[in-house]
T-cell receptor, first 112, second 113 residues
Framework: ETGVTQSPTHLIKTRGQQVTLRCSSQSGHNTVSWYQQALGQGPQFIFQYYREEENGRGNFPPRFSGLQFPNYSSELNVNALELDDSALYLC???????????FGQGTRLTVV | DQQVKQNSPSLSVQEGRISILNCDYTNSMFDYFLWYKKYPAEGPTFLISISSIKDKNEDGRFTVFLNKSAKHLSLHIVPSQPGDSAVYFCAASSASGTYKYIFGTGTRLKVLA
């Protein structure tokens, strides 16, 4: 039991719509990272939040945005959905040091 | 530019034998390496990690070896069990800046009973 929970577990959206994914981090962790895992690929880093501030971003367009709240939970927002955004979105919480991060079960997003 | 590579997409091993999963990296700034295991419909589960100041780390049936000169690491599972059947991801991180992970594409391990 990692303590990292994501909601919803599955979601179907139409191209052009907007989506919000949520993540509740593990107790004691102040850092949340979001990853996108396309089929047959490894997870790819989207961005990271540390104490409510963005602390690094991967190669994703600005329509991918996020928030971290005072309780260290987090949201990932994606605007103007494209078919290629269909993927498993993973949230990982950590202490912010290079130790292991703990992942949630993911949200499977399908864009049609 | 794939900085972390897992060149074997799949591996089959008999129960009780050793499983060896390999990972290569290109960025010499990486100083922390991890292995995650992933079952279908679940998030990745942390298995074992190693810092670049070490060349070996053991945890029960799992051992990770790091060869910095070759930029290569491997995960050994001894003895392999059917419950080990999953996709294994190698990940690397740098202590400078964002502690993001760069993942390989994974190796699907099947342990045959």
């Amino acid at each position: 039991e990692t303590g990292v929970t994501q909601s919803p577990t599955h979601l179907i959206k139409t191209r052009g719509q907007q989506v919000t994914l949520r993540c509740s981090s593990q107790s004691g962790h102040n850092t949340v990272s979001w990853y996108q895992q396309a089929l047959g690929q490894g997870p790819q880093f989207i961005f990271q939040y540390y104490r409510e501030e963005e602390n690094g971003r991967g190669n994703f367009p600005p329509r991918f945005s996020g928030l971290q709240f005072p309780n260290y939970s987090s949201e990932l927002n994606v605007n103007a959905l494209e078919l290629d955004d269909s993927a498993l979105y993973l949230c990982a919480s950590s202490t912010g040091r290079p130790t292991e991060a703990f992942f949630g079960q993911g949200t499977r997003l399908t864009v049609v | 530019d794939q900085q972390v590579k897992q060149n074997s997409p799949s591996l089959s091993v008999q129960e009780g034998r050793i499983s060896i999963l390999n990972c290569d990296y290109t960025n010499s700034m990486f100083d922390y390496f991890l292995w995650y295991k992933k079952y279908p419909a679940e998030g990745p589960t942390f298995l074992i990690s190693i810092s670049s100041i070490k060349d070996k780390n053991e945890d029960g049936r799992f051992t990770v070896f790091l060869n910095k000169s070759a930029k290569h690491l491997s995960l050994h599972i001894v003895p392999s069990q059917p419950g080990d059947s999953a996709v294994y991801f190698c990940a690397a991180s740098s202590a400078s800046g964002t502690y993001k992970y760069i993942f390989g594409t994974g190796t699907r391990l099947k342990v045959l009973a």
